[in-house]
Structures are given as C-alpha cells and as structure tokens.
C-alpha cells in the first residue's frame, strides 16, 4: 500500500512537473508561432480564422530578408556592437570587479554603491546625455560610439555579478602564488580568472544577450545602415500603410539562431557558473 506521505510526495511532484510543463509551453509557443508565421504565404497570415499550421509553405520571406532589406548588413554590425561591449566589458569589469573582491579602499562602498544605483534608473533617461556627448566627441552613428553607451549600462552588471565569484575563490591560493613570486595582476590571471572561468562565461553571455538584443540606445544613436543592428533594421521596415508579418517572423528567427547557437557551446559551463555564483555568491 501507498503509505500517506508517498502519496503527498507523489503529488507534490505531479503538481511540479504539471506547472513546468506549462511554463515550457509558454515560452516555446510564441517562438513557434514566429517561426511558423515565417514560413506562410502574406495572404495566409491575416484571415479571419486563425491558421495554427500553415496550409502552404514558403521560404520566400527569408529570401525577402536576407537579399531585398540589407539585414546582412544589420547583423554583421550587431555582431560588431555585441563584441566591442562583451570586450569592453571584460578588460574594464573584470579588473573593477577584482579590485571591489580583494582592496577594501577609502571610497569603496560609494563606488559600488554608485554602480548599482546607475541600474535603478531606466535606460531612457540616459539617452539624451549620451546623445550629447557621442555628438561632442564625434561617436554618433557609429558602431563603436553605440557599443560604449552598451557598456555604460551593461558594466555594472557585469561588475556586480562577476564580483560575487571573485569573493568565492579562497585568497590563499593568491597569497601563495605571491609567495612564489607572482605579482598581483599575474597572480588574478593565473589563479583567479581560472578559478572564476564559469562565472566570467555566465556574466558574459548575459552582457552578450542584452547587447544583441538592444533596440532604444541603437535606435536614438544611429542613423545610416552602416551602424545600426538588426532590431532597429526591424522596426523600420514597419510603414504607415504596410506590417509584412512574414518578413519581419523571419527577421525574428534569424536574429535568434545566433543566440540558439552560443546557448548550445557554452550551456554547460553557464549553468555551473550560475548555479556555483547561487551557492557560494
């Protein structure tokens, strides 16, 4: 017999699985429905009985895409603004991270403080600035000018994040790597970065998302088809009298396969890198 409290086991874990199956469908359907809406004829996607899978399927609107709106072109400078931030971010954060985790310095506090407090405030608010001073210095409409407004948003949580897995690996392995004649610098490359190697890989892919995924800044701070990047390329393929729902589902899926693709080489060292930053942050 099912003893009471195999019973209540049992359906705690119906329930679970119940509530992550929903939650998978979810946030799969909208990216099925994308994808299949990009595989249908204009004249079956607008009719007035929805048609879940198309009756008739087209690569047409990929080929639109790719060869008639220039989106080569947007998502080679996608991966040129998402690089820079992700580099940026990297050579500027990993140092200020590693000087939040190891010096305790008058000023300390403020500074961290003030990094998260650039995160309180929306990313809107920061636009105009930026554009006054990308003007000043003549980095308007540029991909490097629009990848240092990325970073100026993105480095605090980068910093943050990545602090907490600089204060778990132990600083006796640095001192001894002192001791054996290491400077501070050789020391954080040899010992700590390799330690912190997981979370340095989880901290970046979520710069890396958020930066290829950035619409307001690279929309405000560009202006020519040689800077901007693809979700901007999007939107203004959106007129007054037209909505091309099957181009623009194609667009989407298009942008998503290089997200699909770095998930898939570095998703194990991610989900260590998060779930150690969980345990021991």
Known sequence: MITTSRRARLAWNIATYAVLITLTIFCIFPLLWTFLT???????????????????????????IWTQSGFPTLVFNSFVVTATT????????TLAAYSFSRFHY?????????????RMFPAVLMIIPLFILM??????DSRFGLALAYTSFLLPLFVWML????????????????????TRLGAMVRIVLPLARNGLVATSVFVAIAAWNEFLFALMLTTSQGSRTWPVGLQLMVGEFQLPWGVLAAGGIISI?????????VQRTM??????GAVKG
């Open 163 to 182: 602090k907490g897995f600089f204060d778990a690996a132990p600083k006796e392995l640095e001192s001894a790597a002192r001791i054996d004649g290491c």
């Open 135 to 140: 003007r000043g210095v003549g980095l308007l």
């Open 38 to 64: 990009s595989l249908k004829y204009e004249a079956d996607i607008v009719t007035q009985t929805i048609q879940y899978i198309p009756t008739r399927i087209t690569f047409d609107n990929y080929v639109a």
């Open 271 to 276: 989900v260590h890198g998060i779930t150690a």
């Open 106 to 118: 008058r000023g300390r506090s403020a500074l961290m403080l003030g990094y998260l407090v650039i």
């Open 257 to 265: 396969i290089p997200v699909m693709i770095l998930f898939a080489i």
């Open 86 to 93: 992700v580099a940026l971010c990297l050579i500027t954060g």
